[in-house]
């Protein structure tokens, strides 16, 4: 997916900027960031729900939640368990978080520690 490379691209050489030109970039990172949530947001209406970290070789997938009625929970893995999860009470603050942790959406064909 373009959008994800580009975001990736732009968080790994945000660094070496200064100026108006970080902030440019960092304007600019906010769009797709709020573009991409869009994506996730539509992946999970569509009834997905793997994820997948680059950078932390964790995954994770959506569930309703087991903690607290009406919530949905986000938890993820890495190869030795269980790291964590969240909860929204819906699925745009949901695709908000997973966007904010660096997960991207990952089919499940392509899943190596849940599956």
Do not use: P, W
Not at 2 to 24: A, K, M, T, Y
Not at 30 to 57: A, W
């Amino acid at each position: 997916m373009e959008l994800v490379s580009e975001i990736q691209h732009i968080r790994s050489n945000i660094s070496n900027l200064e100026g108006e030109d970080l902030i440019q970039k960092l304007f600019y990172l906010g769009t797709l960031n709020e573009q991409y949530e869009q994506v996730i947001l539509k992946y999970l209406l569509d009834g997905n729900k793997t994820f997948k970290s680059s950078s932390l070789k964790q995954e994770g997938f959506v569930s309703v939640s087991a903690k607290a009625n009406n919530l949905y929970q986000f938890t993820y893995f890495d190869n030795k368990g269980a790291v964590g999860d969240m909860l929204a009470k819906d699925f745009e603050t949901l695709a908000k978080k997973i966007n904010n942790m660096g997960f991207y959406i990952c089919h499940h064909d392509d899943l190596e520690i849940l599956y």
